[in-house]
């Protein structure tokens, strides 16, 4: 049960498209289509943001996308707004019930 | 509306045991599970475990394998996550999360507990 390997940051300036990635192996990220992504702001419990691979929870702005790719998900903001400044976190189903995250990444707005 | 409260913060010497709970409102507390994931200060999540909330199966994460006990009280509508010889490293802030049945995400997330280990 080893973490998920996700970039420790990225950047962008306001407006611009981001894309975090969360690599990690058949056992998990590429052996189901059950990867969701979570925002969290600074003393903030997590929020769901993206949900089985490309799915947008009701609320979260369409900017916000998924997908994946073989064992790497991806994360991308488009038109980077201030507020978007936060961590994500990737988490990936790894059957039996169990659950495996990546080290999460932290989202800098310029 | 769906809500988890989770037990106020707590200070806890190193080899002790300290029991968080995590109280569900606003839905059908049988139909789902529970997960438990904790953060060390400036560290990422971690899972735990999980409970299922009808029958009271437990799955741990191998790093706490003998040290964790999940365990739920529906009458109460309440989950407990118990973890023993505690030691510094321990130090963080637990969180519940609901996965409701057929689904592999958290919807919903309880405010978190701010657990202290130190002598």
């Known amino acids: 049960q080893s973490a998920l390997t996700q970039p420790r940051s990225v950047s962008g300036s306001p407006g611009q498209s981001v894309t975090i990635s969360c690599t990690g192996t058949?056992?998990?990220?590429?052996?189901?289509?059950?990867v969701s992504w979570y925002q969290q702001h600074p003393g903030k419990a997590p929020k769901l943001m993206i949900y089985d691979v490309n799915k947008r929870p009701s609320g979260v702005p369409d900017r916000f996308s998924g997908s994946k790719s073989g064992n790497t998900a991806s994360l991308t903001i488009s038109g980077l707004q201030a507020e978007d400044e936060a961590d994500y976190y990737c988490?990936?189903?790894?059957?039996?019930?169990?659950?495996?995250f990546g080290g999460g990444t932290k989202l800098t707005v310029l | 509306q769906v809500q988890l409260v989770q037990s106020g913060a707590e200070v806890k010497k190193p080899g002790a045991s300290v029991k968080v709970s995590c109280k569900a409102s606003?839905?059908?507390?049988?139909?789902?599970?529970m997960h438990w994931v904790r953060q060390a200060p400036g560290q990422g999540l971690e899972w735990m475990g999980v409970i299922k909330l009808s029958g009271g199966t437990t799955t741990y994460a191998q790093n706490f394998q003998g040290r964790v006990t999940m365990t739920r009280d529906t009458s109460t509508s309440t989950v407990y996550m118990e973890l023993s010889s505690l030691r510094s490293e321990d130090t963080a802030v637990y969180y519940c999360?609901?996965?409701?049945?057929?689904?592999?995400?958290?919807?919903?997330w309880g405010q978190g507990t701010l657990v202290t280990v130190s002598s």
């Open positions: 988490c990936s189903y790894a059957g039996n019930y169990i659950r495996v």
């Open positions: 058949s056992s998990d990220v590429g052996g189901y289509n059950y």
């Open positions: 606003g839905y059908t507390f049988t139909n789902d599970y």
């Open positions: 999360a609901r996965v409701t049945a057929d689904t592999y995400y958290y919807d919903y």
